[in-house]
């Protein structure tokens, strides 16, 4: 009598499960109060996200056409801040509790100076500065105030704020003039240029290109699908024998995130040297992407203990099988969108019309 053993990918009937689950789950970009160290901001030429949860920046010249995009990596002394901003040509002002630092490189912490925050200027929302000015929003209350510095709020006015600017999920200036990003509508996701918040002056929609949607927070689940956590049969092992038998073998099982099933994110990015390498960009997105709430299009799951380098090890696996009955491999396996692209550590044996139903990862911490 000979062993028989197949191995199956994912059944059909989960496959038609999880595509209905996707339908359920949405995905969006997170909104400023929900990315802590996340913003964005710009200069005269130059448009920047700042990510401070995978440690770099991207600056574009221009965010519809996806052009100039380079990634550098973010300064420890210049991450995690409340919020970015960029002052005229030059300058970024990272503010963070009732101070800010004030660089000239948030990738060198160049020419570092820490002042304070004058108490007007306190606790906003949203920070911007364009125009030599600097803008706080207050978003609950409607309002925004204008200073000309923010330790002494020289010359500070308030001013409401236009409804049609009010429910943005984040805010930034360049030279002269202002955006605001608003959610995923119709069109997609969206930025505004406005030159006055009050009385929504030419405000004018463009889209974001896909490799800067790639770079924002949650952006992922926008362009491949939300993720989604499943355990996947990757093996059966039968024996038709009238008897108890002992099954053992050894089974080819991946490990790790590959990278070729994601759709290539990385690929019109110019990802500066210094960037560490060894898990790489992509890795480091897809892993916060995880880590995010369903509303987000993530699985709220840390996948920090999980190996993320492509391997395929070989599992010795022992089985008692009784007559004429199956055992199921199953593995845990995270998905963006219909590809599955991280394969985690966890087998179980379990009941073939019953797959595990725990999740063997811990939550993500927020
Ligand atoms: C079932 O197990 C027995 C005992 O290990 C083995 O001799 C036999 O070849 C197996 N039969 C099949 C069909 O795999
Ligand atoms: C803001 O005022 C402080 C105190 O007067 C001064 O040191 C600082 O240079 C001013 N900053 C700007 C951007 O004008
Ligand atoms: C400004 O208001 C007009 C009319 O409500 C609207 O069509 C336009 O989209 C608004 N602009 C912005 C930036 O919201
Ligand atoms: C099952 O086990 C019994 C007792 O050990 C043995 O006599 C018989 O041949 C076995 N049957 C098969 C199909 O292996
Ligand atoms: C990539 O970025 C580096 C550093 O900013 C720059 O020197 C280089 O010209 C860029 N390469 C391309 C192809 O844009």
Redesign the pocket.
């Known amino acids: 009598m000979e062993l028989r053993w197949r191995v199956s990918h994912l059944p059909t009937a989960w496959m038609s499960l999880l595509r209905w689950r996707l339908c359920k789950i949405m995905a969006a970009i997170v909104p400023k109060k929900d990315a802590p160290g996340v913003d964005l901001c710009g200069t005269d030429q130059y448009y920047y996200i700042v990510r401070s949860d995978v440690g770099c920046y991207m600056r574009s010249t221009n965010f519809n056409k996806g052009e100039d995009l380079d990634v550098f990596s973010l300064h420890p002394a210049c991450s995690n801040g409340d919020h970015y901003l960029a002052y005229d040509d030059d300058l970024f002002y990272i503010i963070k509790g009732t101070s800010f630092r004030c660089v000239s490189d948030i990738g060198t912490d160049e020419g570092a100076i820490v002042c304070s925050l004058h108490p007007s200027c306190q606790g906003g929302d949203h920070y911007f500065s364009a125009f030599g000015n600097f803008y706080i929003v207050y978003q609950n209350q409607g309002v925004y105030r204008r200073t000309k510095n923010m330790t002494t709020y020289k010359d500070g006015i308030e001013y409401s704020l ?1 409804p ?2 009010k429910d943005a999920l984040y805010y930034y200036g360049i030279k002269d003039c202002y955006y ?1 990003v608003r959610p995923h509508e119709e069109w997609g996701v969206q930025y ?3 030159t006055n918040f009050n009385t ?1 002056e030419s ?3 463009s889209s974001f290109h896909p490799s800067v949607i790639n770079f924002l927070p949650g952006g992922l689940g926008l362009t491949h699908g939300p993720s989604a956590g499943v355990w996947t049969c990757i093996k059966t092992i039968k024996n038709d024998s009238q008897n108890h038998t002992t099954w053992s073998n050894k089974v080819p099982v991946t490990q790790g995130f590959d990278k070729e099933k994601l759709s290539p994110i990385e690929n019109n990015w110019n990802i500066s040297a210094s960037l560490p390498v060894e898990t790489g960009l992509s890795a480091l997105l897809t892993k916060s992407q995880f880590s995010l709430a369903p509303t987000y299009g993530g699985s709220n799951v840390n996948t920090d203990g999980e190996n993320w380098k492509l391997t395929t090890i070989e599992e010795t696996i022992s089985v008692l099988l009784e007559p004429g009955k199956e055992a199921y491999v199953w593995q845990y396996q995270l998905s963006l969108g219909s590809d599955a692209v991280l394969f985690c550590r966890d087998l179980r044996f379990d009941d073939p019309n019953k797959p595990p139903v725990v999740i063997p990862l811990p939550p993500a911490k927020h």
């Open positions: 236009h049609d600017c605001f505004y240029r406005c929504n405000g004018q929609a």
